[in-house]
């Protein structure tokens, strides 16, 4: 077990969340981890730079974050995010293979005409519902004020955390949803950064000078964590900063809420303090990969 820094009260070591809030970390998963998986339909990417209305978007290349509504058996009902797309993907895991289902558009963030990506490094799954935190990240400083303005257009769209539910009754077995996906935007996240002194002087800094950058999430009794490719401490560790879903949803700082729920769920009533804390761990950072096939 890593060692955890404490702010305050007795803090628990936010690894073992991580792992444990990681649906996919299964046996049954890490045994065919070196395997590929066929991928049915077309898994959404970057965003086309010539407008068309029939297919807007490439075939995604690279999946960065995914997160499956159970933990175990097939089939599953998962939310995947490809950093270079403006959203998340409904997909149905199956045993061997993949059903790329229906896309939900999160962002619409663009640059004279350009469509921005998320740059989302990180989707969670907790109590009903979806979350996809993009990279809060900045590409490098530019002397040339038009390579500067598209810079600071991009990090912008990446500052941005969703909570996205609906019914898993609603999603057949080719990842359509019948109903509306519930979304709800939050740009908190940034302020909480700049109030940690570990965190802020890297905040809008670019990764190679040791600037902030988001590489995955877990939700975990109603906190959320954030885990980051950088900065890196002095003793070369990583930083996951935890905060309650309450301060990045619904503005509040500390006292008593009622936990979310996902659509189709009992709401249950519940009250806690909460206090933001940074720990420091080291972690790892996985992408997923498989056959595309149509």
């Avoid at 998320?118 to 002397?143: C, K, M, Q, T």
Wanted: proline share 4%; charged share 30%; net charge neutral.
């Amino acid at each position: 077990m890593f060692p955890a820094r404490k702010t305050g009260a007795a803090h628990s070591a936010v690894i073992a969340a991580l792992w444990l809030a990681t649906g996919l970390l299964t046996h049954d998963a890490a045994a065919q981890a070196d395997e590929s998986w066929k991928v049915n339909h077309k898994l959404i990417g970057k965003p086309r730079e010539i407008t068309n209305e029939n297919d807007p978007n490439h075939k995604s290349k690279d999946v960065s974050g995914i997160a499956c509504a159970s933990e175990a058996g097939f089939p599953r009902i998962c939310l995947v995010a490809d950093d270079e797309s403006q959203g998340a993907q409904i997909v149905v895991l199956k045993d061997g293979e993949l059903e790329a289902g229906d896309f939900i558009r999160l962002i619409y963030n663009s640059h004279k005409g350009e469509s921005l990506e998320l740059d989302a490094e990180g989707v969670a799954f907790a109590n009903g519902f979806f979350y996809v935190i993009g990279s809060h990240g900045r590409p490098r400083h530019e002397d040339d004020e038009t390579k500067e303005a598209k810079n600071k257009a991009k990090a912008q769209a990446s500052r941005q955390l969703f909570r996205v539910g609906f019914d898993l009754r609603e999603v057949d077995g080719d990842g359509r949803l019948a109903g509306a996906a519930q979304i709800t935007p939050s740009t908190a996240l940034p302020a909480l950064i700049k109030e940690q002194p570990e965190l802020a002087s890297s905040f809008d800094r670019a990764l190679d000078d040791n600037g902030l950058t988001i590489e995955g999430v877990a939700v975990r009794d109603d906190r959320l964590y954030a885990g980051m490719r950088g900065p890196l401490m002095e003793d070369g560790s990583a930083a996951i900063l935890s905060a309650p879903l309450a301060a990045l949803f619904d503005g509040q700082e500390a006292g008593g809420a009622a936990p979310p729920r996902g659509p189709g769920q009992a709401r249950r009533a519940g009250s806690r303090r909460f206090r933001n804390r940074l720990s420091r761990a080291c972690g790892t950072r996985e992408r997923s990969r498989g056959r595309q096939g149509r």
